[in-house]
């Protein structure tokens, strides 16, 4: 084990702007793809709210996606996208869909029904009634769905190198390929660390933006 330890330090130390590439590259992959997971998940959630006889086909397709092989889905993008930074963006926004989308639906249609009888007595439109009571007391459902997505993002974006992608899955198959386990681990430790890290400030977003009553 010590000399793991000593072995993963030596590597820090000889390959830290390797290590420091691969971090920024995975950052920008993760934020990229949980960008437009986001702008499509959610807005599709709330039309499911509205329309809810399409809410198990759609969710059931998102289903199946997230059930493909993330490596499979990955190389079904190059005949269709090439290789690259977007057809590794484009797989791992599908696999952040799920969790987003799901949250989304059960979230809204979980508000307390009396409360949204009180905002149609008040005289409040759909869109009052949406954005000023349940978007508000669905959030931390909301963010809960988010939360999962990134981490999500995270773990399959190690395997965007295999296409050419970049992130910090070139050091964890150069180490595999190598057969050099500090080399794994220097890969596949920041990671690990950037998934909690995007967890943990992505809650800390969720508490900032969850109204005062509704908090814990």
């Known amino acids: 084990m010590e000399k793991i330890i000593a072995s993963i330090k030596d590597i820090l130390v000889a390959r830290w702007p390797q290590i420091l590439d691969g971090t920024l590259g ?10 437009f997971a986001v702008l499509i998940a959610v807005p599709l959630g709330i039309f499911l709210t509205r329309h809810r ?35 590794a963006v484009v797989a791992l926004t599908i696999y952040g869909l799920l969790p987003i989308l799901r949250n989304t639906y059960t979230g ?44 999500l993002i995270v773990g399959v974006g190690t395997l965007a190198s295999l296409i050419g992608a970049g992130g910090l899955g070139d050091l964890i198959f150069r180490g595999i390929a190598t057969a050099t386990t500090s080399l794994i681990l220097a890969g596949a430790v920041p990671a690990a660390i950037l998934a909690l890290t995007f967890d943990y400030v992505l809650k800390s977003i969720e508490f900032k933006v969850t109204p005062r009553g509704l908090k814990k």
């Not at 006889?53 to 499979?72: C, E, H, N, R």
Request: hydrophobic share 55%; proline share 6%.
């Open 26 to 35: 995975h950052i920008q992959l993760t934020l990229i793809a949980l960008f």
């Open 53 to 87: 006889k399409f809410a198990d086909p759609i969710i059931g397709v998102t289903s199946v996606f997230q059930t493909i092989p993330s490596l499979a889905l990955l190389g079904f993008m190059i005949p269709i996208l090439g290789i690259g930074k977007v057809p």
């Open 108 to 151: 809204i249609i979980g508000v307390d029904k009396g409360v949204i009888e009180a905002g149609v007595g008040m005289g409040m439109t759909s869109r009052q009634i949406l954005f000023m009571i349940e978007i508000p007391m669905a959030l931390s459902v909301i963010m809960a769905g988010v939360r999962t997505a990134s981490v």
